[in-house]
C-alpha cells in the first residue's frame, strides 16, 4: 500500500483515514502494510511493485501538491503509451 503521508494516514480519528484506521482497529492490517509514502516511491527510496502479480494500493488523503504530482505521472504515463483520451475542458 502506497499513501501520500504515513503521518496524515495514520493520525487518530479524525485526521486521518477511516480506509485505514478502522482495519488497523479491527486487526485485519497492521500500519505495517503501508509499504512506501508517493515521495518515496518517486525519489527512488523505496521499490514499487516487484512484478505485474502485485497489487498496489494508493491512498490519498489530502496532500494537494502530491496528488498533483501522480495526477502528472499518471497523465505523462498515458501518453507514452498512447493509452486513454484527451479531452479539452
Known sequence: MCVES????LAPFPAG???LLQ???DGVITAGHVHA???????????GRQS????TLYK???VAVQDAAAAGLAIAAARRHRA???ITL
Open 6 to 9: 504515513r503521518a496524515a494516514a
Open 17 to 19: 483515514s477511516n480506509d
Open 23 to 25: 482495519p488497523i482497529r
Open 37 to 47: 509514502e508517493l515521495g518515496e516511491l518517486v525519489a527512488g527510496t523505496r521499490p
Open 52 to 55: 505485474p502479480e502485485q497489487i
Open 60 to 62: 490519498s488523503v489530502g
Open 84 to 86: 486513454g483520451q484527451e
